[in-house]
């Protein structure tokens, strides 16, 4: 019966609702070995091309990478949520087919539970914490927070990727972002934080409220204003506060943005945190010039034509995450 359950609500839609009552159902200890056992089966046969309709590349990618972190590289011993990472994977299994959406939560089973937030490469994302604060995950990100994240000192996160902060205001429980050397501490606010391993860089930048940035030298820290960044480069140590226009940071959690007479200069950073990709615009263009175009789902492609377009220079995308424009 659990087996004739599990892969009735995994191959068939179901309502948000269901999908809740669903897997906590799932993690429930009653039968574990038994449910841990078909859902394993469901995630052995995991085939992205049945469950994803976009970008089967980069889904596939994922999956693999999924795979490969949790299954246990020996046969594990059999008993009550004892196998903790196949069980682990066996709940990714369920987020990924019960919901088949572009984002998804994986729920690692261990003393200390913690429930890790992931975005594909091509997909965004917008969840409520447990405190209701709001984050939105841009492509290829990852937030973790402990099961102890409403009952200890301080609501502590630790973000792979990027994300936008919505913070609700505690003062009693300070928020805090843990990401490569970088750390952030907030009581309530909106903020951007970005940790790309593929950039080598860091940064904050803050759109409302007021932050605490450290971590970037022993016993050093800043407070950004509004419309602020701290821009840290991992490769020199050099950490730098510049002042910048945070709303071209944060608009990639909108479905669309409209660049009503922007200059260059702007739009380039809102396409980076777009599209995950970097500019290096030839010093003897003038940015100061202004288009206007409005930025749909479209490839990064079709929009390098646009630019193209409209201001008569030339954009070549040098690898997956740089861009040159030239004349």
């Known amino acids: ?5 599990i892969h009735t609500f995994l191959h068939n839609p179901m309502p948000e609702q269901a999908q809740q009552q669903f897997r906590a159902w799932c993690l429930n200890r009653e039968h574990a070995g038994e449910k841990t056992d078909a859902l394993w089966e469901e995630w052995e046969r995991l085939d992205p091309m049945s469950v994803f309709p976009v970008d089967l590349r980069s889904y596939r ?11 246990p590289p020996a046969a594990p011993k059999r008993g009550l949520f004892s196998i903790t990472r196949r069980t682990a994977a066996a709940a990714a299994a369920v987020v990924l087919l019960a919901m088949c959406v572009e984002f998804f939560v994986v729920k690692r089973l261990s003393p200390d539970t913690a429930t890790w937030l992931v ?10 914490l447990p405190d209701g604060s709001v984050v939105w995950l841009n492509a290829d990100s990852r937030l973790a927070y402990s099961g102890r994240f409403l009952t200890s000192g301080s609501r502590t996160v630790r973000l792979e990727g990027e994300a936008f902060f919505d913070v609700r205001r505690d003062t009693l429980h300070p928020f805090e972002v843990e990401m490569g050397k970088l750390r952030v501490k907030v009581l309530g606010t909106r903020f951007t934080a970005s940790h790309r391993p593929a950039f080598n860089t860091e940064e904050v930048t803050l759109l409302s409220g007021r932050v605490e940035v450290s971590g970037y030298r022993a016993g050093r820290s800043v407070v950004l204003a509004p419309d602020q960044s701290c821009f840290y480069d991992a490769g020199s140590g050099v950490a730098v506060v510049r002042n910048v226009a945070a709303c071209n940071y944060c608009s990639w959690t909108g479905s669309s943005i409209v660049f009503d007479n922007m200059t260059l200069a702007d739009i380039a950073v809102n396409l980076e945190h ?7 615009i030839d010093e003897h263009i003038d940015t100061s010039m202004r288009i206007s175009f409005t930025l749909r789902p479209e490839s990064l492609e079709e929009t390098l034509g646009i630019i ?17 424009i030239q004349q």
């Open 274 to 280: 777009w599209y995950n990709i970097r500019f290096r």
């Open 308 to 324: 193209e377009t409209l201001t008569h220079l030339r954009c070549r995308q040098v690898d997956e995450h740089h861009v040159i």
């Open 1 to 5: 019966m659990i087996e004739k359950i």
């Open 61 to 71: 990618r994922k999956l693999a990478r999924l795979h490969r972190e949790m299954t």
């Open 119 to 128: 975005t594909a490469e091509n997909s965004k994302g917008r969840f409520t």
